[in-house]
C-alpha cells in the first residue's frame, strides 16, 4: 500500500484505474463467469443486451453524481428530477408527436433547468446539498404529479426506441443508450483527469477553502456540477422512457436517487468528497445490475439482490473508510 | 454575503418542504351530495395510492354513487405512492376529522388492523375495499371479484393461448400484497388440478416499477428459453411483460395475460403482445364502495343479494365472511378493450 502511493506522489496526474476499480471488474468477471455457467443463457446476447439497456440510465446519471459527490455534495432530488423530464416528455411524445431529436432537447432542457435551480441554491445559499436537494425533490416530485394530473400517459408512441431493448435500439448488436452512456463516461474520466478544471472538482472536495484560496472559482464550479447532473439526468429519463411500456405512471423515478448513489459509492467515489472516477460508477452500476439479473435468473428470491447491493454498499465504504485510516496513519 | 444569503435561503428551503409536504395532502377530491333536508353521511375513501387510473376510475365511481344517493358527501384521498406509512396517516387525519364511515384499501392489512380498530373506538363505521384485511374489525369486505375468479381467470386466458401446456412464470409486485399474493395461491393450485401438463416455473417480485418489471420478464426468458407464458400480476407489470414479449421479438411465441386496466393495455392487445387483460369494472366497484359506506353509516343490514342501482343489480353478500361480491371478473381483449374509458 505504501510503496504504490509513494510512487504515485511523483506523478502529476493520479492513477489510470483506483484499486477499488480493479477489484469491481475483477468481482464483474468472476460474477458473470460463474452466471455463465450456472445459468447457460446469462451469457448470450438476448441476456446482456438488455442488461446494458437497463445499466445505462443509472450509469448516465451515476456520472454527474460522482462529480457532485467528488466535490463534497449529493444530490438526493435525482428521482423527483426524472419524473418530470420523464412525465413531460411523455406528454410531448403523445400530445405533439414530436420526433426523436425534439424530445431529446426537450428532456435534456428541462433536466438543465432543475439542476440549474439545485446548482444555485446550493453554490450562493451555502446550505448544505443535502438539505436543498432533499427541498427540491419534493418540489420536484410535486411538480411531476401535478403534470401527471390524476392519470397515467397513455399510448407513448415508439418515437423514443433507439434507446431502448428492442431491435431498433441497438446497431452491430451494441445497445446505443449503453453506448452513448459509455462515450459520455469516457469523456468524463478525460476530463476529470486530464484537465485543470477536472481537478479543481477533486480540490473542493479535499478542501474547499483551500481551493478557494489556491483560485479556484469554487461556487461556479460547484454550481456546474449539478447542472451537469441535471443535463444527463434528463438524457438519462428519455431512456426510463424507452425502457418503460406506452405507458408512464407516477412510480416513474422513485428511488432512483438511491439506486444511483448506490453505483457511485461502489464504484469507490468517497461519499465525503475528494476521490473518485466516473469509471468506478459504471462498473458500480453494471455490478447492480448484473446481480439483480442473476438473481432472477437462478430463481432466487428477488429481494436477495437488495441484499446484496446493501452488503456491496457497506464493503465499499468501508474499504474507502480503511483507506483513508491507513492515509491518515502515515 | 454568507450571512445575508443564508437566512432567506434556509426560509426558503423550509417553506418548499412544507409547501410540498402540505399539497400532496390537498388534493382532496369532495363532490358533497344534496345538504337539505336528511342527514349526509360523510364516506371517505383511501386508496393504495392515489393519481393511478385503477383508483382513479373507483373514485369516478364512488362520485356518481354520491350523487346518485343524494345523501353521500364522498371523500377521496391516498398516498402518492403505495407506501403502508403514508396511508395510515391519511387514515388518521380521517379519524381526526370524525367522518361516518371509513373505507381503506390497505398497502399493508397488519399494519392497517390496529388504526382501523381506533377508527372504530372514535365511532366511525368502517370497512375495506379492493384489499381485505381480514383479521381486522371492518364491518364489511367490498370485494371485486373472489380469488378464485380472478385467479381461474388468469390461468384459464393464458392456458388457452398457450395451447393447455408448457411453462410459464409470473411477474408480481409488492410481495406482501395480500390480494396479489391470494390469486397467486389460486393460480398455482388451479394450474396443477386443471392443467396437468403446464408448470409454474418462477413467481417474481418487481414492485409498482414497470422498468423493472419489463427487465424481469425479460430476465425469466432467458432463464428458461421453453417458457410460452408470462403474467403480469399488477397493473404495472402487466404492460411490463408484453412489452418484453414485444422487445424480444417473441409476440405469438410467449403469450401473456395480466390484470392491467384498458387503456394502458390496448396498444399491448392490439399487437397481440398481450392476449387478454382480467379485470372487473373499477367505476362500479366504486359505486358499490361508495353505497356500502352509506349502508353501513345509516346501520342497515345487508341481503343476500342486493340491487344496487339500475347496472349494478344482484350483488351478493355472505354474512359470515361479511362480504359484498361485485361479480364475476371480466376478460378484455382486443376486441371489447374501447368500450372502458380508463
Redesign the interface.
Known amino acids: 500500500m505504501s510503496t504504490v502511493t509513494a510512487t504515485i506522489r511523483h506523478r502529476v496526474l493520479p492513477p489510470r484505474l483506483t484499486g477499488q476499480e480493479i477489484v469491481l471488474a475483477g468481482v464483474l468477471v468472476v460474477l458473470w463467469a460463474a452466471l455463465a455457467v450456472s445459468?447457460p443463457?446469462?451469457l448470450?446476447a438476448?441476456?446482456i443486451q438488455?442488461l446494458l439497456v437497463?445499466t445505462a440510465p443509472i450509469a448516465l446519471a451515476g456520472v454527474g453524481m460522482t462529480i457532485v459527490i467528488i466535490t463534497g455534495g449529493i444530490d438526493v432530488s435525482v428521482g423527483g428530477a426524472i419524473m418530470v423530464c420523464s412525465v413531460l416528455t411523455a406528454k410531448a411524445l403523445v400530445g405533439a408527436e414530436v420526433s426523436l431529436p425534439v424530445a431529446v432537447l426537450l428532456s435534456v432542457a428541462v433536466g438543465g433547468a432543475l439542476g440549474l435551480v439545485n446548482g444555485v441554491?446550493i453554490a450562493?445559499?451555502?446550505?448544505h446539498a443535502i438539505?436543498?436537494t432533499?427541498?427540491?425533490a419534493?418540489?420536484f416530485?410535486?411538480l411531476g404529479?401535478r403534470i401527471?394530473g390524476?392519470?397515467?400517459v397513455?399510448?407513448i408512441p415508439g418515437t423514443l426506441a433507439f434507446f431502448?431493448?428492442?431491435?431498433g435500439g441497438r446497431t452491430l448488436g451494441v445497445p446505443h443508450a449503453f453506448l452513448i452512456t459509455v462515450l459520455i463516461t469516457a469523456a468524463a474520466w478525460w476530463y476529470l483527469r486530464h484537465t485543470a478544471g477536472g481537478r479543481h472538482f477533486f480540490a473542493i472536495g479535499g478542501d474547499a477553502q483551500a481551493a478557494r484560496l489556491a483560485g479556484v472559482r469554487v461556487q461556479r464550479r460547484v454550481l456546474l456540477t449539478y447542472l451537469i447532473t441535471g443535463l444527463l439526468v434528463g438524457l438519462a429519463s428519455c431512456f426510463?422512457i424507452a425502457?418503460?411500456?406506452?405507458?408512464?405512471?407516477?412510480?416513474?423515478g422513485?428511488?432512483k436517487e438511491l439506486a444511483v448513489i448506490a453505483a457511485v459509492v461502489i464504484g469507490g467515489t468517497s461519499i465525503m468528497g475528494g476521490r473518485g472516477s466516473v469509471l468506478g460508477t459504471l462498473l458500480g452500476a453494471l455490478l447492480v445490475q448484473s446481480v439483480?439479473?442473476g438473481v432472477?435468473?437462478?430463481?432466487w428470491r428477488?429481494?436477495l439482490s437488495d441484499l446484496f447491493v446493501g452488503v456491496f454498499i457497506i464493503v465499499a465504504v468501508g474499504a474507502d473508510l480503511l483507506r483513508t485510516r491507513a492515509r491518515r496513519s502515515r | 454575503m454568507?450571512s445575508r444569503?443564508?437566512l432567506p435561503?434556509?426560509i426558503?428551503?423550509t417553506a418548499?418542504?412544507a409547501?410540498?409536504?402540505c399539497?400532496?395532502k390537498n388534493?382532496n377530491d369532495t363532490s358533497s351530495g344534496s345538504t337539505a333536508g336528511a342527514k349526509t353521511y360523510k364516506v371517505a375513501f383511501v386508496p393504495k395510492?392515489?393519481?393511478?387510473?385503477y383508483f382513479?376510475a373507483m373514485n369516478a365511481g364512488g362520485k356518481a354513487a354520491a350523487a346518485a344517493l343524494g345523501n353521500v358527501e364522498w371523500l377521496y384521498q391516498g398516498p402518492?405512492?403505495a407506501d403502508a406509512a403514508a396511508q395510515a396517516d391519511i387514515v388518521r387525519s380521517y379519524i381526526q376529522q370524525k367522518v361516518d364511515t371509513l373505507i381503506v384499501a390497505p398497502n399493508d392489512p397488519d399494519s392497517m388492523a390496529p388504526l382501523l380498530q381506533q377508527a372504530k373506538d372514535a365511532g366511525i363505521h368502517v370497512a375495506t375495499a379492493d384489499t381485505d384485511a381480514p383479521s381486522s374489525v371492518r364491518e364489511v369486505f367490498v370485494n371485486q371479484a373472489t380469488a378464485e375468479g380472478i385467479g381461474q381467470g388468469l390461468t384459464d386466458a393464458l392456458l388457452t393461448a398457450m395451447g393447455g401446456k408448457g411453462k410459464y412464470a409470473i411477474v408480481s409486485c409488492g410481495?406482501t400484497a395480500e390480494n396479489l399474493n391470494s390469486w397467486i395461491k389460486v393460480q398455482q393450485a388451479y394450474t396443477k388440478e386443471k392443467y396437468p401438463d403446464a408448470t409454474i416455473?418462477?413467481v417474481?417480485?418487481?414492485?409498482?416499477?414497470?422498468?423493472?418489471a419489463?427487465?424481469?420478464a425479460?430476465?425469466?426468458?432467458?432463464?428458461h428459453?421453453d417458457l410460452t407464458g408470462l403474467v403480469g400480476e399488477c397493473?404495472?407489470s402487466a404492460?411490463?411483460v408484453?412489452?418484453?414479449v414485444?422487445?424480444?421479438?417473441k409476440i405469438g411465441k410467449v403469450f401473456t395475460v395480466g390484470l392491467g386496466t384498458p387503456?394502458?393495455m390496448?396498444?399491448?392487445l392490439t399487437d397481440k403482445s398481450s392476449t387478454a387483460a382480467i379485470l372487473w369494472d373499477v367505476q362500479n366497484l366504486g359505486y358499490l364502495t361508495a353505497w356500502a359506506g352509506a349502508q353501513i353509516a345509516e346501520g342497515k343490514q345487508f341481503q343476500a343479494t342486493n340491487n344496487v342501482s339500475d347496472k349494478l343489480t344482484g350483488v351478493t353478500y355472505d354474512a359470515t365472511s361479511k362480504m359484498l361480491l361485485l361479480g364475476p371478473a371480466l376478460q378484455i381483449t382486443d376486441k371489447n378493450v374501447d368500450q372502458f374509458n380508463y
Open positions: 445459468t443463457a446469462f448470450t438476448g441476456s438488455p437497463a441554491l450562493y445559499g451555502r446550505v438539505i436543498i432533499f427541498g427540491t419534493n418540489l416530485m410535486f404529479l401527471f390524476s392519470g397515467t397513455n399510448g431502448g431493448r428492442g431491435a426510463v425502457q418503460g411500456t406506452s405507458t408512464l405512471d407516477q412510480s416513474v422513485s428511488g439483480a439479473s432472477t435468473q437462478l430463481g428477488s429481494q | 454568507r444569503l443564508a435561503i434556509a426558503l428551503t418548499a418542504l409547501v410540498s409536504g399539497t400532496k388534493d395510492l392515489q393519481g393511478v387510473p382513479e402518492t405512492q410481495q416455473v418462477d417474481v417480485y418487481a414492485g409498482e416499477d414497470q422498468a423493472k419489463t427487465q424481469m425479460t430476465d425469466l426468458m432467458n432463464a428459453p397493473t404495472s404492460p411490463g408484453a412489452q418484453a414485444k422487445d424480444a421479438g387503456q394502458a390496448k396498444p399491448y
